[in-house]
């Protein structure tokens, strides 16, 4: 498999990790659409919410219940905003499910 978040995740490409537990890890998205603009990336590797094992879906109610205790280093005290895009029509670009975690401003809904 040549997944580069997968090569993240295992250290192969190093990154700087903003925070790392037994199931996921964050680092700075390197094209941020926000202020702050942050990845939380699965350690185990699947591609998109239809594909989840059933462990793969307690995995992410975790990683979803973590990321508002973060709130200090993410910086998320005045609001934030999760996204997960789901294929190519959605802008997924790495086909390793991840989440885009955007704060720091007022963000607006802009439908296509």
Known sequence: MDCLFCKF???????NKVYEDNDFIIIRDIAPQAKNHFLAIPKKHFKLLAEMSEEDSLTLGRILRKIPTLSNLLE???????????????????????????????MGWQPA
């Not at 995740?9 to 990154?15: A, D, F, L, T, W």
């Open 9 to 15: 995740v295992s250290g192969e490409i190093p990154v």
């Open 76 to 106: 998320l005290d005045n609001g934030y905003r999760l996204v997960i895009n789901q294929g190519d029509d959605a802008g997924q670009t790495v086909f390793h499910l991840h989440i885009h975690i955007l704060s720091g401003q007022k």
